[in-house]
């Protein structure tokens, strides 16, 4: 008979297990932190049957954008949730400075020699390029030349602008402030000519909202990735990704081994698989239009470049002079946009 | 004895509240009183930055009227609502309850994003207007104030209509019925009969619609863009961008002591007319 201690009893214990961290990963899989949208579609398509097909792991996606898996990590300080981080380079710095990566073995990396060179280093290897420009609606405006024509007309009116709270927006910022006379460590000059057409810029957003507010006609003219060019494109919007004449920005996203993760060598098989020639290929294609970095995989048309070397002469940034400060960019971004 | 264990009852409940409610709350207030985003040296500077700083009380202003005008929005457009609701078949009164409820049924992400094709340079708006010729150039709705409490009112508006709902239809009929009979005019019955008795209804609503829409992270960066800074913007930039605890944990204790202070001013007010109607 049940009496009241009893089902006391039987209350908290349901309530106390529901508390408790999940049950450890099953045998023969691995947990792999991923970008919530088209990354987290793209691998649930791609990478997560070709490793079971090849090694027999089942791959858990948790999704997470970078400052999140970051926030997670050091928050459950040496019991990382996740396997593997898949980061951009200003959190990638962070992650190496909160030391929540193990070393990278390239050893048992063998697509190793499929790479090019910078893509692989002792903390982890470069999965996918992102190159940033200027995208526009050839319906509404002519192509921009560069940064400089953004903060003219008819581009300045039909203008949307991120702030520095992604990679691709801080990068387009600094591109910016280069030309105005400002650098890497400078970006006051944009933020300057910014403030001055200001009043006529058609929008100032969340970067995940720009995508949205380009294909509503919210404005015509932004900085971004040729994924979301291509994506876009892909669903019938009319845009066209320019490569300023500054050049074009790129970066990595790059795959990493958390530190005290559960299934060390499974993670290791599944930063294989990503970088294999397979899934690259296959990460290629729309609707997902991933840049490749295997060297067997052909580059598709639509991008700035013929082929992978050609992007060592893309414009990089150093992140580690860029992170400490970033803060300080945002308070000040904030404060001159503030209406 | 019997107290007792009902006392136990309540046990579980307890437990969980405050070990995932009040013991993270007081750690984010211990959090918030260290210098450095590394959590070493403990210090009043992230309270100094803050407070010193005459671009904060900008933010928590606006922050605190948005939520105010959204409140004046959701009375303005619900109160008429909950009257006709009051007086409809009840037949009819499933319909509205169903519309009332949709908006909490749908994803707040699909919310909002709706609402970017509504209030868009080509949205539903825009576009209706230029086409029957009241506009020539698009109307700025995205993006600004007036924009963001349009829709803040149409997203939170359940919060505000099923407390009042629930208040107004254990009315009495017959209180209405003696105020015609007594001469009262439609008006007169509404603000000296309906009105005060709807008050502790109208006052929960006016708590929740205020707590949620000041907090509504989502749809004021989305809809309200950047340039519109609110205290959550700030929370979400410093705790995720940035990785500075401390200070996040100073601006989200200043946005909760801003929302209590303005909630316990709300309900001390309902307190007050409750008595002046019952007393």
Redesign the interface.
Not at chain 1, 162 to 165: A, N, P, R
Not at chain 1, 202 to 206: D, F
């Given at each position: 008979m049940f009496s009241?201690r009893n089902l006391?009893v039987g209350?908290?214990a349901l309530?106390g297990a529901s508390?408790l961290p999940a049950i450890a990963h099953a045998k023969g899989s691995v947990a792999a932190a991923i970008y919530p949208g088209t990354w987290e579609e793209a691998f649930r398509a791609t990478v997560a049957p070709a490793l079971k097909k090849k090694d027999n792991i089942d791959v858990e996606f948790q999704p997470l954008?970078a400052?999140?898996q970051?926030?997670k990590a050091?928050a459950a300080r040496g019991a990382p949730p996740f396997d593997a981080f898949v980061l951009d380079p200003g959190p990638r710095i962070?992650a190496i400075e909160g030391g929540l990566f193990d070393k990278f073995d390239s050893k048992k990396f063998s697509n190793l020699s499929k790479m090019p060179a910078g893509l692989v280093d002792e903390w982890g290897v470069g999965v996918n390029a992102q190159v940033v420009g200027i995208a526009y609606n050839p319906k509404k405006v002519p192509a921009p030349k560069g940064w400089k024509d953004l903060f003219t007309d008819p581009w300045v009116s039909r203008l949307g602008l991120?702030?520095?709270?992604t990679t691709f927006g801080t990068v387009s910022l600094i591109e910016i402030a280069k030309v105005f006379g400002g650098s890497e460590t400078n970006v006051e000059p944009a933020l300057v000519e910014l403030k001055k057409v200001l009043p006529k810029v058609?929008?100032?957003?969340?970067p995940?909202?720009m995508p949205?507010?380009f294909q509503?006609?919210?404005c015509d003219v932004i900085y971004t990735n040729t994924q979301t060019v291509a994506t876009l494109k892909g669903r019938g919007v009319d845009i066209e990704f320019v490569k300023p004449e500054t050049g074009a920005i790129t970066f990595l996203t790059t795959l990493h081994i958390a530190k005290g993760a559960t299934d060390v060598e499974n993670a290791y098989k599944y930063i294989d698989i990503v970088a294999s020639k397979e899934v690259q290929e296959a990460l290629t294609k729309p609707p997902y239009n991933f840049i490749p970095v295997n060297k067997d995989v052909p580059l598709p048309d639509y991008l700035p470049m013929k082929n992978l070397d050609e992007m060592s002469t893309y414009i990089r940034h150093d992140w580690a002079k860029i992170n400490p400060l970033?803060?300080g960019w945002?308070e000040k971004f904030?404060?001159e946009?503030?209406? | 004895m019997r107290k007792l264990a009902e006392w136990q009852l309540a046990l579980p409940l307890a437990l969980a509240f405050i070990s995932i409610f009040l013991a993270p709350l007081l750690l984010l207030v211990g959090v918030s009183f260290f210098n450095d985003d590394k959590i070493s040296q403990p210090g009043f500077g992230q309270w100094i930055k803050f407070f010193g700083d005459p671009f904060s009380y900008k933010v928590i202003a606006d922050t605190m009227l948005l939520g105010v005008k959204t409140v004046a929005a959701t009375i303005l457009v619900g109160y008429p609502l909950a009257l006709v609701y009051l007086d409809a078949s009840p037949r009819v009164q499933r319909v509205l309850i169903f519309i009332i409820v949709l908006p909490l049924l749908l994803s707040v992400v699909v919310r909002t994003f709706a609402w970017i094709v509504v209030l868009g340079r080509e949205g539903v708006i825009n576009q209706l207007l230029m086409s029957l010729g009241i506009i020539s150039e698009p109307l700025k709705l995205l993006q600004t104030e007036l924009g963001l409490v349009i829709s803040l009112t149409q997203i939170e508006m359940p919060l505000m209509l099923l407390p009042l709902i629930s208040v107004m239809s254990r009315l009495d009929p017959n209180l209405r019925d003696a105020s015609a009979a007594l001469g009262a005019s439609r008006w007169r019955t509404l603000f000296t009969v309906i009105v005060p008795l709807s008050m502790p209804g109208l006052v929960a609503g006016c708590l929740l619609v205020f707590a949620s829409s000041t907090t509504a992270f989502i749809s004021q960066t989305v809809i309200g863009g950047v340039r519109l800074i609110y205290l959550p913007l700030l929370i979400w930039q410093q705790s995720l961008v940035v990785f500075n605890w401390p200070f996040a944990a100073v601006i989200s204790i200043s946005l909760l002591v801003s929302v209590l202070t303005v909630v316990s001013a709300l309900s001390w007010f309902g307190r007050k007319s409750g008595g002046y109607v019952h007393g």
């Open positions: 009241r006391l209350a908290t309530g508390l954008f400052v999140d970051v926030a050091k962070t991120t702030g520095f709270q058609a929008a100032v957003g969340q995940a909202a949205g507010l509503q006609g919210q970033r803060a945002i904030n404060k946009m503030a209406k | -």
